[in-house]
């Protein structure tokens, strides 16, 4: 049974770019949600997809923004990348039943933006 | 909104030794509460959770975490650490967030370093 895979698993951009990640979540699971965590620092909400909607959103700007297709992968999308966008960047899934309060992890991608 | 405090950036223990990581959340309603472990580099390994019922839930890896409702805490324990056991750990509270979804808040983490 495959977990949580992310691609690539590491990047380097310059400040202005755009950049996508992309996720693909445990067999059985169809929410994504996204969270980018800086060094030092736990992991923060950016967005979660259900049904290829946005469901719920954290304090992140319109930057960033994704996608969710109909096998439930995902991607992360930033735009204008700043510096401050280093960081990693970790997909987690989740199932609407039964135990949809658990998420699952995938390696996560590593950005740096320089 | 809701939580999570961890209180210990960094602890160090010797091998064989008992260990207790500390995490107190705020949540204005039933908390669902979660500890993760991440090595360098690594993403998030879920341990253990708590949804409802026995306070005292049973990890992997021998971990365990109680839940105190008094307290608002959730405190991470393990009984003779291994060398293995260094990582980072990471408490976390799912909020309901609507529509049946729930997005998880997290501390700073718990660096735990282990002396051979």
């Known amino acids: 049974d495959a977990g949580v895979t992310q691609s690539p698993t590491h990047l380097i951009k310059t400040r202005g770019q755009q950049v996508t990640l992309r996720c693909s979540p445990k067999?059985?699971?169809?929410?994504v949600s996204w969270y980018q965590q800086a060094l030092g620092q736990g992991p923060q909400f950016i967005f979660q997809?259900?049904?290829?909607?946005?469901?719920q959103r954290g304090n992140f700007p319109d930057r960033f923004s994704g996608h969710q297709y109909p096998n439930y992968s995902s991607e992360l999308n930033v735009n204008a990348l700043l510096l401050g966008d280093s960081a990693l960047y970790l997909c987690?899934?989740?199932?609407?039943?039964?135990?949809?309060?658990?998420?699952?992890f995938g390696p996560g991608t590593r950005l740096l933006v320089l | 909104a809701q939580s999570v405090t961890q209180p210990d950036i960094h602890i160090t223990v010797s091998e064989g030794a008992s260990l207790e990581l500390r995490c107190n959340y705020s949540?204005?309603?039933?908390?669902?509460l979660f500890w993760y472990v991440q090595s360098p580099g690594q993403g998030l390994q879920l341990l253990l959770k708590y949804f409802s019922g026995d306070t005292l839930v049973q990890g992997i890896k021998g971990f365990e975490a109680e839940f105190k409702r008094s307290q608002s805490s959730f405190n991470l324990r393990k009984p003779s650490v291994h060398w293995s056991d260094a990582a980072e750990y990471f408490c976390?509270?799912?909020?309901?967030?609507?529509?049946?979804?729930?997005?998880?808040?997290f501390g700073k983490g718990t660096k735990l370093s282990v002396i051979p």
């Open positions: 987690a899934s989740s199932a609407l039943r039964p135990d949809k309060e658990t998420q699952y």
């Open positions: 997809y259900y049904e290829e909607e946005e469901r």
């Open positions: 067999s059985g699971h169809d929410t």
């Open positions: 949540y204005g309603a039933t908390p669902y």
């Open positions: 976390a509270v799912a909020a309901y967030s609507g529509a049946g979804s729930y997005q998880l808040t």
